[in-house]
């Protein structure tokens, strides 16, 4: 199926962004699922077909009204063949693979003939629908099919994403389009990290992170895991490259811890996330990162209990190539494991998905997909007052 | 405007504790502390109309006026109730430090570097309304002032 020709052509393309099921097979338009009434007054599903006029790869004026159907022929309510637009019955092939049964002709009163394939297709639709529609009020011709890539487009995901070719961002969309973005720790916030990663253009998504996925992870991850999958107790860059690689081609898992014999894997990527406990291997890591010249997020929250009531602050903290002296004035390398008085392991998943949230955001404002007012380099969000602070804005 | 000319220019007669003591309209908070013999635990308050508790004299170099006939007097430092992690402390002092604060939070700590923790503020008197604090930074303080501290490492 060409997604040129869908993209490039107003009329098909929003034709597809309003949900209809459409292909383009051997100079045919086919639209599928257009729901009619039959003979025995029994709502089914055909298919209409129309010669597709092109000028290069995109439509121009269609050269004629007619259309075709395959199917039977839609009828009125009562089982009576539609009239208006009533022409030949005739089963045959208008291609190799484009069958039909019935020809229509339905031209426009007032001009003569359709502007384009917008007005042409609902036009049909309308007039083979309405009946089917008398019987069953939710019935509708707009049923969003998933949208599979060209063969030859080597795009990261396994289905297109119409989300943003509908809302119009699809060139902001490209400013996402890094190579390589690094994941370490896949914990709550990593997790929620790698959601929102996974529905974006970069090339590669790599994971770092030695842990098992546990039955406590499972209540401040994103999605649900099975009993099943729980107890094979698999690498946590396993278990999420497993959900998100269904849409993501290209998530690649390392089920390890980095150190300094392996910190150099870090050298190839384009940013990084940091959702890592702190402690000396983080500071290995920001060194590192520091070294190779990389721009990278650091995340953390903490939650503390009060007279049975819980608060906290969540924290993003960005170092890039441009800014790195604030770094250590908000971020700690510090092992809490070691101190118990102070550290609280509390998380919520709500808060891990907050922090990855903010992140991800503040990582597209990076790229130029977000406007940024305030270049912060650290933010705060206090849960009790709902206050976010950004500090060390750039000059 | 005569009278405030003679003010800039001399001296002036002020209250301070109910004596009498003569002092340049334009001085400093040390030099009224000075003049008025005002303990080294207590702090000096100019008297306001229409404010019981008097406002604040502090006890440095900055250039205050004073006016012929006004009233100071000696008290208690006004200690401030601060609202920390959701709890309420008291804090007798005008200004507050970040380890003062993290100390506040969790008295219990051992001395140490504290940047593990991220501290947040609002409801600050208009000089610092609300932010966040880092190791070395000082606030004012005012009644009912809010904080939150918190080690922001677990992810």
Known sequence: ?395 | MEKELKDLKSTVRVHIDQKVFESPGQTTGVALYTLGSVPADLELFREVRGNEEGELVERDDETISVHQGEHFFSGKPKVYVLIVNGQKKQWPQKKISYSQVVKLAFPDLPVGPTSLFSVSFEEGPPSNPQGAMKEGDIVKVKDGMVFNVSATIQS
Not at chain 1, 191 to 203: M, N
Not at chain 1, 381 to 387: A, D, K, P, R, V
């Open chain 1, 1 to 395: 199926m060409s997604q040129r020709l869908f993209n490039l052509s107003p009329d098909l393309k929003k034709l597809r962004d309003e949900g209809f099921n459409l292909e383009a097979r051997s100079g045919f338009l086919l639209v599928r699922g257009v729901p009619y009434v039959n003979s025995r007054r029994e709502v089914s599903r055909g298919v209409l077909i129309m010669e597709l006029t092109l000028a290069g790869d995109v439509t121009t004026k269609p050269a004629t009204h007619m259309a075709h159907f395959d199917g039977d022929h839609p009828c009125d309510e009562h089982g009576a063949p539609i009239a208006k637009i009533r022409n030949a019955s005739e089963a045959k092939s208008l291609a190799s693979d484009v069958a039909i049964k019935h020809s229509f002709s339905a031209k426009p009163q007032v001009s003569g003939a359709y502007a384009d394939y917008y007005e042409k297709v609902t036009t049909y639709v309308q007039v083979i629908s309405v009946p089917a529609l008398k019987l069953d009020p939710y019935i509708t011709a707009r049923t969003f099919p998933p949208i599979e890539p060209d063969a030859d487009d080597l795009g990261p995901f396994n289905y297109v994403d119409t989300s943003s070719s509908r809302s119009e961002i699809v060139p902001i969309s490209e400013k996402l389009r890094m190579s390589k973005v690094t994941v370490v720790g896949l914990g709550g916030t990593g997790s929620y990290v790698l959601d929102l990663l996974a529905k974006t253009p970069v090339g590669q998504i790599h994971l770092f992170d030695g842990d098992r996925y546990l039955q406590h992870n499972a209540f401040r991850s994103p999605g649900a895991p099975s009993l099943e999958e729980l107890n094979q107790t698999p690498f946590k860059v396993s278990y999420l490259k497993g959900i998100y690689a269904k849409m993501h081609r290209g998530i690649v898992e390392h089920p390890y811890y980095l150190n300094s014999a392996n910190v150099r894997e870090l050298a190839e990527a384009d940013f990084v996330f940091l959702c890592m406990d702190s402690g000396e291997a983080k500071r290995l890591v920001v060194d590192s990162l520091e070294s190779f010249g990389k721009p990278f997020i650091d995340v953390g929250l903490g939650v503390s209990q009060s007279d049975g009531v819980l608060g906290g602050i969540v924290r993003v903290t960005t170092s890039t190539p441009e800014k790195r002296d604030h770094f250590r004035d908000w971020v700690s390398f510090k092992d809490a494991a070691k101190d118990n008085e102070y550290k609280s392991n509390i998380q919520i998943a709500d808060l891990n998905c907050l922090n990855a949230a903010l992140a991800v955001i503040r990582w597209k404002k990076f790229c130029g997909f977000y406007r940024d007012f305030k270049a912060e380099h650290h933010s705060q969000y206090t849960i009790e007052g709902g206050l976010l602070i950004h500090e060390a804005r750039k000059a």
